[in-house]
């Protein structure tokens, strides 16, 4: 049987994480409509008769200004290395701009085998795409283009066949019934940050973390308590919201989720803590899983 390692690399929001929900078949990776939204990699494995492909989502490619983004560029150099195949996904409803070129560049140290996958079609006109296809044929060396909507699904079912292809043969490095690397408390931490991203605005985003300090399981039902770390006083008072309210919010559209995914009650108490520069700050980091 074939086996393999898949990175899937490109640009913040150009749908990475969308691709590994679609290929996976389940919601590993959260999602957001803003960019810089995955901060670790995190691992979907897919298992056919054929054979198990192992797919790494990565951060977005970026330049980083705090300690935590040169942190997730690292990520993503380490997810480009010693890697069966690369998949770099470019929106295509986007104009090429700087960021595709350096992202390029990066791509140009790596040899073995890279697809390049020309995604949300569901927003461009079939004849708009040609000119994207010459483009980055020229530009790069890519052993196969694949248009997709990662949304939609549209040619997703047909590329892990494609992949397999190119994987060689190997071992099985999961049992063929898991489908993340992601530990439930790691999993919850982020469904919780994916809502806080969703119904945040501005800064917001890039500014919070969330950490778990106690995950507990009874017979009846999971205790979730989960701390947000803001940068300023005038952030916490905006997650937290008017009488409470916005924090409300974010917990009850978390617990839902949460609930779904773990198929039980679920009972979370969040907290929002203000941490000056964060960002920046190690033992914070490391507590994230960003530590260097
Ligand atoms: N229309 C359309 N939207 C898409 C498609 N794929 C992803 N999106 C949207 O693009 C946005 C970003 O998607 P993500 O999957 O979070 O992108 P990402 O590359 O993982 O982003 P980062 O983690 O920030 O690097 C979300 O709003 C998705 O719904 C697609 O094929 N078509
Ligand atoms: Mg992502």
Do not use: C
Not at 110 to 127: A, S, Y
Not at 271 to 290: A, M, N
């Amino acid at each position: 049987m074939k086996s393999g390692f898949v990175s899937i690399i490109g640009r913040p929001n150009s749908g990475k994480s969308t691709l590994l929900n679609h290929l996976v078949g389940e919601k590993v990776s959260i999602v957001t409509n803003k960019p810089q939204t995955t901060r670790r990699v995190v691992r979907g494995i897919v298992t056919r008769p054929e054979g198990q492909i192992v797919f790494l989502d990565t951060p977005g490619i970026h330049k980083p200004i705090h300690r935590m983004n040169e942190r997730m560029m690292k990520a993503v150099r380490e997810a480009m290395a010693d890697i069966d195949l690369i998949l770099l996904i470019v929106d295509a409803s986007a104009e090429f701009g700087r960021g595709d070129e350096f992202t390029l560049d990066l791509l140009k140290a790596v040899t073995g085998n890279k697809f390049l996958l020309l995604n949300k079609i569901d927003l461009v006109e079939k004849k708009n795409l040609l000119p994207v296809i010459e483009r980055y044929s020229k530009l790069g060396d890519f052993a196969e283009i694949v248009p997709i909507s990662a949304l939609s699904g549209e040619n997703v079912d047909m590329l892990t066949g494609q992949i397999l292809k190119y994987l060689p043969e190997g071992p099985m490095f999961y049992p063929a019934d898991q489908i993340s690397d992601q530990q439930e408390r790691a999993i919850a931490a982020e469904m919780i940050r994916e809502k806080l991203i969703l119904l945040t605005e501005e800064e917001m985003p890039y500014s919070t973390a969330v950490v778990i300090d106690r995950f507990e399981e009874d017979a009846k039902l999971h205790r979730i308590f989960a701390t947000i770390f803001v940068e300023r006083d005038s952030q916490k008072g905006i997650i937290i919201g008017k009488a409470g309210q916005k924090l409300k919010e974010i917990g009850t559209e978390a617990r839902k989720e949460l609930e779904s995914f773990l198929g039980r009650k679920v009972f979370l108490d969040l907290h929002v803590k203000v941490k000056k520069r964060w960002r920046d700050d190690e033992e914070t980091l490391r507590s994230l899983g960003l530590g260097g």
